[in-house]
């Protein structure tokens, strides 16, 4: 084992969507990829907060919906792989039938996706010095995931909020599941950090 440096945590998001590059030094994991047709305002945002695109060595998307991965094909051809979690991979195509002509979607080729199983994750972003695993967390979507860090940390997408997701029993399943791997600390996609066992004011995502 190398030395270990602990993750740091940085919003870099914008159209109330929060886009979350977690770093081990100057090794980085972008989390969600950015509306569709703003590249330009995804490289604005990493140059306010001193993060080179080149630094980011993965990005993932906690799931397959424009607001979460209207990117990925364009991060792609900036040199960035996109990580693919099995569970994801029959959700991409359908990306576009969610597209106008107005967004400026590129839509995801196969190109430069590197696939993965969940249990390969841990290993995977053990690579890039970050501790922790991908999980498969449906509850919004089917094929949705999230990051969870070793430190409690975990990046949980539009998973809706425990005290909402009353009548969605997958929901429910999902924050049981990530609550006995040791999560604390949610970083949603939309809306602000909380803790797990706290309540968040009610997301329109
Ligand atoms: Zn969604």
Redesign the pocket.
Known sequence: MTQRTPATIVNIGYRSTNYWVVSAGASRLLVDIGWPGTLGIMKANLKKVGIPLNEIRYALAT?Y?I??AGLAEELKREGVPLLVPNVQVAAIPLMKTWTKPGDHYVDITENGNIVISFEQSRQILSQIGIEGEILHTPG??DHCVSLLLDDGSVFT??LPPEVYAFDNPIALATWKMLRERGATRVYP?HGPIRALDETPEEQN?
């Open positions: 799931h919906h607001d979460h919004h979507t997408g539009d996609a995502p």
